[in-house]
């Protein structure tokens, strides 16, 4: 498939260091994130305040911080960005319990009574 092979041979600029693959991946990938993202956030409860798009926009940013991957296809580049979004959406579930259980009364470092 000419998409899939396009990818990789982004992917595998961009491990050179070309800076510019970068921008043409986000491009490249977008609609493909959205359908990952989409799927991570079905499986959330029905008030999730994190919207596909930005999962999306969160996981890129991460993972084009990344310095230096050798990325070895598609395959991986995908595999690594669906890993990404669950890191996103525990970080963002644990930092509203940490705000809602300090919003009761609760200050930071308190046991929580059982």
Request: aromatic residues 8%.
């Amino acid at each position: 498939m000419q998409v899939s092979s396009d990818v990789t041979q982004i992917l595998l600029r961009w491990s050179e260091g070309d800076q510019e693959a970068v921008d043409h991946l986000f491009s490249a990938v977008y609609e493909e994130l959205k359908r990952l993202a989409h799927a991570r956030v079905r499986h959330e409860r029905p008030d999730h305040t994190l919207n596909t798009t930005a999962l999306v926009h969160e996981a890129y940013v991460r993972l084009v911080d990344v310095d230096r991957v050798n990325w070895n296809d598609r395959a991986h580049f995908f595999a690594l960005a669906s890993r990404v979004m669950r890191h996103v959406l525990v970080n963002y579930a644990n930092q509203r319990k940490a705000a809602k259980e300090n919003g009761h009364g609760r200050k930071d470092g308190d046991i929580p009574k059982c």
